[in-house]
């Protein structure tokens, strides 16, 4: 898939490198980011490549749409209100680059398609790597953190938590969209949920992962199926290439969920009660005709 040219032209020549690094630094986005201290200097660029999306500053509002052509335009106003009511979408240039972004997708998504602006993966390299146990405080969420951290070296993985009471505030941020937003998206049906991750996710090292859902109840609310569905979307409209679910065993179709998953990494405590919680699981398997769930679990030494 051919990348797209963004150009972003500003007086202010360090604000102008610096949003271009941000950009230049989601290495999902198909972008080649070039940077422009005058509206003169992008318009000699523009000789050379065609840019497809131009953030411009306002004082060259009426100069831009004559000396440089572009698929979309935007305005960065530094709060002032502009003189004259432009035509292009503005963008005010000292918010966040997540919400900068976030606002440029909405408006390119439909110029530039589902799939133009996100590197996509082959789809025989994908896979869900799910970790889950029936004994409790075994150390499932440090081991799964550690392990999306470990494999993020060598590859694109996102980190999902499905836990009940995931650690809000303590293992992560309070504030920021979480995987309601996501699943939000996904409801849709409209745009890209790839475009939309890259507006959404954090970063621990190496590792992305989105911020998992504050509300309890509304997490019990999602069924195994759902998940699954989300899960499918996500591979197949991003860069990700391995999905690490932290997977509690409240989830309604918690074995839908589960036969999904490409292999099951289960921390396990050798205790006789944590045994016999084991016991109860595989045999609950059995009965529900399941067998195929246990072929996949890994079972890893877990941590009290």
Same mark, same amino acid.
């Given at each position: ?42 318009? &000699? ?12 500053? &306002? ?92 494999? &993020? ?122 045994? &016999? ?28």
């Amino acid at each position: 898939m051919k990348s797209k040219n963004l150009v972003v032209c500003d007086t202010e020549e360090e604000y102008a490198k610096a949003l271009a690094m941000f950009f230049m630094r989601k290495k999902e986005l198909m972008l080649q980011v070039h940077v422009c201290s005058s509206i003169s200097h992008a318009e &000699a660029l523009g000789k050379e490549i065609r840019p497809d999306i131009l953030l411009v500053a &306002a004082e060259y509002e009426k100069e831009v749409q004559e000396k440089v052509k572009a698929e979309k335009v935007f305005i960065l106003s530094g709060g002032d209100k502009l003189k004259e009511k432009t035509e292009f979408p503005v963008l005010y240039k000292y918010q966040s680059g997540e919400r900068m972004l976030s606002s440029i997708i909405r408006e390119c998504a439909d110029v530039f398609g589902t799939g133009d602006m996100v590197q996509g993966i082959s789809a025989n390299k994908k896979k869900i790597i799910g970790v889950f146990s029936p004994v409790h405080r075994a150390g499932k969420t440090i081991y799964a953190l550690r392990l999306g951290e470990e494999l &993020a070296e060598s590859e694109n993985v996102l980190y999902l938590n499905l836990e009940i009471f995931a650690g809000l505030g303590g293992h992560f941020e309070h504030n920021g969209q979480t995987l309601s937003d996501v699943l939000y998206y996904a409801r849709q049906e409209k745009g890209n949920l790839g475009l939309m991750l890259t507006t959404l996710v954090c970063h621990k090292r190496n590792l992305d992962y989105v911020l998992p859902m504050a509300v309890s109840e509304d997490l019990k609310e999602i069924r195994g199926s759902e998940w699954v569905g989300l899960m499918d979307k996500i591979l197949k409209q991003s860069i990700y290439e391995t999905l690490v679910l932290d997977i509690s065993d409240g989830i309604p179709e918690l074995y839908v969920l589960l036969k999904s998953c490409t292999e099951i990494h289960m921390p396990v405590l050798e205790d006789e009660y944590s045994k &016999a919680k084991l016991l109860q699981f595989e045999q609950e398997v059995n009965l529900l005709g399941q067998e195929d769930i246990l072929k996949k679990i890994i079972r890893k030494g877990g941590t009290a």
